[in-house]
Nanobody, 127 residues
Framework: VQLLESGGGSVQSGGSLRLSCAAS????????MGWFRQTPEKEREGVAA???????TYADSVKGRFTISQDNAKNTLYLQMNSLIPEDTAMYYC??????????????????????WGQGTQVTISS
């Protein structure tokens, strides 16, 4: 499986960005996809995840500001990020669990269950 992120960039606080992740090479149809982020000072943390039924989960820090979605026909994952703050500055990674039988709430808590990762896209928010 290959994952390719795009859409990162630099915006001012209060602005918006939409990240995309194009996936290819799946063998199974029941997959989970998610977004993680990492800074040099912190470990990689889960931001949002979605399963093949559209069930979603979010980190508390982004609830109400970020929306995860997927276009199954295009095998593309999205992360709409609104009301961005400087603390959202990080490298954002797309990841997938395939096949996925676990609850999204559980798999977002750890990086260990995720099978494939993208290369990341940088998001920088200035105050």
């Amino acid at each position: 499986v290959q994952l390719l992120e795009s859409g990162g960039g630099s915006v001012q606080s209060g602005g918006s960005l939409r990240l995309s992740c194009a996936a290819s090479g799946y063998t199974y149809s029941r997959n989970c996809m998610g977004w993680f982020r990492q800074t040099p000072e912190k470990e990689r943390e889960g931001v949002a995840a979605i399963d093949s039924n559209g069930r979603t989960t979010y980190a508390d820090s982004v609830k109400g500001r970020f929306t995860i979605s997927q276009d199954n026909a295009k095998n593309t994952l999205y992360l709409q990020m609104n009301s961005l703050i400087p603390e959202d500055t990080a490298m954002y990674y797309c990841a997938t669990v395939t096949p996925c039988r676990a609850k999204v709430e559980a798999i977002l808590e750890t990086t260990a269950m995720w099978d494939y990762w993208g290369q990341g896209t940088q998001v920088t928010i200035s105050s």
